[in-house]
């Protein structure tokens, strides 16, 4: 974890915050990770809102999961009042989770008929995967290098991004990273189709074939490539010749992120065989899914079958319709491109006179801001991007990085995010690259 807390410095940190970290590290162990230099402790949130126990804000420009806000009040009720009501599993006849998936299914091509739940996205891209194979009769997954699609033990093996020591499946077969930044728009599609296909080949040459083809197509982890628009659709129809299926991972690109669609793939003109989604989906209450075509499932369905005890239960199908019905009545997704052009257009005006900004890219709100060495060599910059990262940090504005070198700054809000708090991002931002050494 790059954007991270070394254990080594607690000799830097104030009484308090050293005593807190102490205790974390003797009640939870080595495995769970710390944001930033300075680690900072939260005690609420409302809206685009953190704060701590000083009643200080934080602008959080990082966080998707409470998609519609912190603490929205209609999820909070939505949630209470099904709490108080009724909490229990699929298994018995309720109408929440058909009105759920009635309000869902719209929103997908015609094609996507069923919705299947989980707790997480790491869930749903477990359970994709075991449908993909099912369905195939086939092993093998294609990513991209630096893919990140859960924490779970088969879905760990195919998320790249967790790092060299985490193993991936001999299964797995990774294609380059689909960089706009150094890569002819113009050519990215063909290129990227071209590399899967090598993939394919290697897959069948050594007997497992493709079962899968999985894609973030905001491609987060990657360090956020959005543009051009349709480069995915070469690569759909390499996945589908191989008799593969393509999975559109939309826990991070979905719910009106990339603005000018309501999922990610829609902007490349894809149509998926399944679509997972987490994340977002219940505004931080743990509620994923995966939408797909009837016959990947039928089979299934009859020779597995499935269940999950707390996927889409009551109390996760009341938050996860609150907060689709906050996106919608609020006009989310306008905001998110509203906002989102906005914000590109400032940052891209700081990169005229920052010559360590190489790019800014992305859609909706969901940004990338690339830091290199040297414009015309485009040599990534991480440390760069980890002082920016930690010093917005210290002016209060929560922000992270990504990509293979972590040089590209990862600007991912609530979609509430608003015009007054895109202006402090940028403004902090300003103050922050000055403070650098050689600022400019």
Same mark, same amino acid.
């Given at each position: 974890?790059?954007?991270?807390?070394?254990?080594?410095?607690?000799?830097?940190?104030?009484?308090?915050?050293?005593?807190?970290?102490?205790?974390?590290?003797?009640?939870?162990?080595?495995?769970?990770?710390?944001?930033?230099?300075?680690?900072?402790?939260?005690?609420?949130?409302?809206?685009?809102?953190?704060?701590?126990?000083?009643?200080?804000?934080?602008?959080?420009?990082?966080?998707?999961?409470?998609?519609?806000?912190?603490?929205?009040?209609?999820?909070?009720?939505?949630?209470?009042?099904?709490?108080?009501?009724?909490?229990?599993?699929?298994?018995?006849?309720?109408?929440?989770?058909?009105?759920?998936?009635?309000?869902?299914?719209?929103?997908?091509?015609?094609?996507?008929?069923?919705?299947?739940?989980?707790?997480?996205?790491?869930?749903?891209?477990? &359970?994709?995967? @075991?449908?993909? @194979?099912?369905?195939?009769?086939?092993?093998?997954?294609?990513?991209?290098?630096?893919?990140?699609?859960?924490?779970?033990?088969?879905?760990?093996?195919?998320?790249?991004?967790?790092?060299?020591?985490?193993?991936?499946?001999?299964?797995?077969?990774?294609?380059?990273?689909?960089?706009?930044?150094?890569?002819?728009?113009?050519?990215?599609?063909?290129?990227?189709?071209?590399?899967?296909?090598?993939?394919?080949?290697?897959?069948?040459?050594?007997?497992?074939?493709?079962?899968?083809?999985?894609?973030?197509?905001?491609?987060?982890?990657?360090?956020?490539?959005?543009?051009?628009?349709?480069? &995915?659709?070469?690569?759909?129809?390499?996945?589908?010749?191989?008799?593969?299926?393509?999975?559109?991972?939309?826990?991070?690109?979905?719910?009106?992120?990339?603005?000018?669609?309501?999922?990610?793939?829609?902007?490349?003109?894809?149509?998926?065989?399944?679509?997972?989604?987490?994340?977002?989906?219940?505004?931080?209450?743990?509620?994923?899914? &995966?939408?797909?075509?009837?016959?990947?499932?039928?089979?299934?369905?009859?020779?597995?079958?499935?269940?999950?005890?707390?996927?889409?239960?009551?109390?996760?199908?009341?938050?996860?319709?609150?907060?689709?019905?906050?996106?919608?009545?609020?006009?989310?997704?306008?905001?998110?491109?509203?906002?989102?052009?906005?914000?590109?257009?400032?940052?891209?005006?700081?990169?005229?006179?920052?010559?360590?900004?190489?790019?800014? @890219?992305?859609?909706?709100?969901?940004?990338?801001?690339?830091?290199?060495?040297?414009?015309?060599?485009?040599?990534?910059?991480?440390?760069?991007? &980890?002082?920016?990262?930690?010093?917005?940090?210290?002016?209060?504005?929560?922000?992270?990085?990504?990509?293979?070198?972590?040089?590209?700054?990862?600007?991912?809000?609530?979609?509430?995010?608003?015009?007054?708090?895109?202006?402090?991002?940028?403004?902090?931002?300003?103050?922050?690259?000055?403070?650098?050494?050689?600022?400019?």
């Amino acid at each position: 974890m790059v954007n991270g807390f070394d254990p080594a410095r607690l000799d830097t940190l104030d009484e308090g915050t050293r005593q807190a970290v102490m205790r974390r590290q003797a009640l939870l162990g080595p495995a769970y990770r710390l944001m930033y230099a300075d680690p900072v402790a939260v005690v609420r949130g409302a809206g685009t809102k953190l704060y701590d126990g000083a009643g200080r804000d934080y602008l959080d420009a990082y966080n998707n999961v409470p998609a519609v806000g912190h603490a929205h009040p209609r999820v909070v009720d939505a949630i209470h009042r099904q709490l108080a009501t009724l909490c229990t599993h699929t298994r018995y006849i309720q109408d929440g989770i058909l009105a759920y998936a009635d309000a869902i299914l719209p929103t997908f091509e015609d094609h996507i008929a069923h919705v299947m739940f989980t707790c997480t996205g790491s869930e749903a891209n477990d &359970l994709a995967l @075991r449908i993909a @194979r099912h369905h195939t009769g086939r092993d093998g997954v294609i990513v991209t290098s630096e893919a990140y699609h859960g924490n779970s033990l088969a879905t760990a093996g195919f998320s790249p991004s967790l790092g060299a020591k985490s193993p991936l499946g001999p299964w797995v077969r990774r294609v380059p990273t689909p960089d706009s930044y150094r890569l002819a728009p113009e050519t990215l599609g063909s290129w990227l189709a071209a590399e899967v296909q090598k993939q394919v080949d290697d897959l069948e040459r050594h007997g497992g074939g493709l079962a899968a083809f999985y894609a973030d197509s905001l491609f987060s982890s990657d360090g956020i490539h959005a543009d051009p628009a349709g480069f &995915l659709a070469p690569v759909a129809e390499v996945v589908r010749r191989a008799g593969g299926l393509f999975v559109a991972d939309e826990v991070q690109a979905g719910f009106g992120r990339s603005g000018d669609r309501f999922w990610g793939y829609q902007r490349h003109g894809v149509t998926p065989d399944i679509v997972t989604m987490g994340k977002p989906m219940g505004n931080g209450y743990p509620v994923a899914g &995966l939408a797909l075509a009837p016959r990947l499932v039928d089979r299934f369905g009859a020779d597995l079958r499935y269940f999950n005890t707390f996927g889409g239960n009551t109390v996760a199908i009341a938050a996860a319709q609150a907060t689709l019905d906050v996106i919608r009545d609020e006009g989310l997704q306008a905001n998110a491109a509203a906002v989102g052009a906005m914000l590109r257009a400032g940052l891209r005006e700081l990169a005229t006179r920052f010559e360590g900004i190489g790019d800014v @890219r992305g859609a909706g709100l969901y940004i990338g801001v690339e830091f290199v060495t040297d414009r015309r060599t485009k040599a990534p910059d991480s440390a760069t991007a &980890l002082a920016v990262t930690n010093g917005l940090r210290q002016r209060r504005v929560l922000i992270s990085a990504t990509g293979f070198h972590a040089n590209t700054l990862k600007i991912r809000p609530p979609l509430v995010f608003s015009r007054a708090d895109a202006d402090r991002l940028l403004s902090e931002l300003e103050a922050t690259l000055l403070d650098l050494p050689g600022g400019r």
